[in-house]
T-cell receptor, first 109, second 113 residues
């Protein structure tokens, strides 16, 4: 089983829609998790950190389910500018971070 | 704070040439990483460092070398450029590998022809 797995999508949603991505992880000892946003061929940018059960920032909500070992990212009221690839990142028990393959989102006018 | 700074932003190399991709951070982070990202693909770890004087190989180290003489700088060296090294290279750093996020530089877009 991979350390981190994401549904690659693509997700194509209309403006204003709510969309959710899931990310599963294999290391039950992981304590913190991160969602990054990456625009085409640009650097990943930190979107949200998740240290406990969840986190909310405006239209974005991240939730953690430790029992099932997954984290989710919910985007409400999708904007055209939300179109990007969303990466799930799990810090290591060693020194190497684990990246999901990314979920592609396109918000359609 | 500038964060993580990478230079150059773009570079075209001929096969067999050498170059160094520069990465510096001003956040006093111990952990630094070099990733490459090919079109449509995920990030692959080339090398990483957990502190000055300490480096280790990642998933795809062949054709690259690194050094870490200071906390701030983590240059990546390509000795004999090959077309397979055409990619976007990202440097990243973090305070702690355990529970802190990675901070990425803007990337270096390298083409080898």
């Amino acid at each position: 089983r991979k350390e981190v797995e994401q549904d690659p999508g693509p997700f194509n949603v209309p403006e204003g829609a709510t969309v959710a991505f899931n990310c599963t992880y294999s290391n039950s000892a992981s304590q913190s998790f991160f969602w990054y946003r990456q625009d085409c061929r640009k650097e990943p940018k930190l979107l949200m950190s998740v240290y406990s059960s969840g986190n909310e920032d405006g239209r974005f909500t991240a939730q953690l389910n430790r029992a099932s070992q997954y984290i989710s990212l919910l985007i409400r009221d999708s904007k055209l500018s939300d179109s990007a690839t969303y990466l799930c990142v799990v810090p290591p028990t060693g020194n190497q971070f684990y990246f999901g393959t990314g979920t592609s989102l396109t918000v359609i006018p | 704070n500038a964060g993580v700074t990478q230079t150059p932003k773009f570079r075209i190399l001929k096969i067999g040439q050498s170059m160094t991709l520069q990465c510096t951070q001003d956040m006093n982070h111990n952990y630094m990483y070099w990733y490459r990202q090919d079109p449509g693909m995920g990030l692959k770890l080339i090398y990483y460092s957990v502190g000055a004087g300490i480096t280790d190989k990642g998933e795809v180290p062949n054709g690259y070398n690194v050094s870490r003489s200071t906390t701030e700088d983590f240059p990546l060296r390509l000795e004999l450029a090959a077309p397979s090294q055409t990619s976007v290279y990202f440097c990243a750093s973090t305070r702690s590998s355990y529970n802190s996020p990675l901070h990425f530089g803007n990337g270096t877009r390298l083409t080898v022809t």
